[in-house]
């Protein structure tokens, strides 16, 4: 073997190697300090209520899961959840409703939603379901609003959200 032909293929190797490695290092270090950044040194401080250390909720997680049973056109239902984790970590997971046809996160929440909380819409054949996140007190309520399309010669009710659901304010 020539030896200009064994070093420019060494030489090739190296810096693909060279590169490969770069960009893992970069990344790593990317990430690791960017991630960081973003989600800040948050330092969550217990509440005193009563002389107990309590927590408020950080997140609500929606989750849908197929139900065993079959609504009365004989179509699928959905078992909706609700996670709730609380900043002591803490989780508390509800079945809320079952309803038929399927579920959505909205892309836009009602002004009394709780914060970094989603509202979903679960829809099937003309008539759906809203879910929104309330707090009230020492509580946070999952409110559920029905709604129906119909013909426009039809007056239809108008409904209004309902308590569904409670989950503690603290844990």
């Known amino acids: 073997m020539e030896p200009h032909k064994f070093f420019t293929r060494r030489t090739i190797g190296f810096s693909i190697l060279l590169v490969i490695g770069g960009l893992v290092i970069s990344f790593y270090a990317l990430n690791n300090y960017i991630y960081k950044e973003k989600q800040g040194n948050a330092v969550v401080t217990p509440i005193m209520i009563q002389g107990e250390n309590k927590y408020e909720a950080l997140s609500f997680i929606w989750s849908y899961e197929k139900d065993k049973t079959l609504n009365p056109d004989g179509q699928p239902q959905n078992n909706i959840f609700l996670e709730v984790k609380y900043a002591n970590g803490v989780e508390e997971k509800k079945l809320i409703d079952t309803t038929p046809g399927s579920c959505n996160d909205l892309p836009d929440k009602e002004a009394d939603s709780v914060p970094d909380s989603t509202n979903i819409q679960c829809y099937y054949a003309g008539l759906g379901y809203r879910f929104k996140i309330t707090k009230k ?21 108008k409904y209004e959200y309902e308590v569904v659901s409670e989950f503690p304010l603290y844990k």
């Open 137 to 157: 007190e020492n509580l946070y309520l999952v409110q559920r609003k029905t709604f129906e399309e119909a013909l426009p010669d039809y007056d239809h009710p």
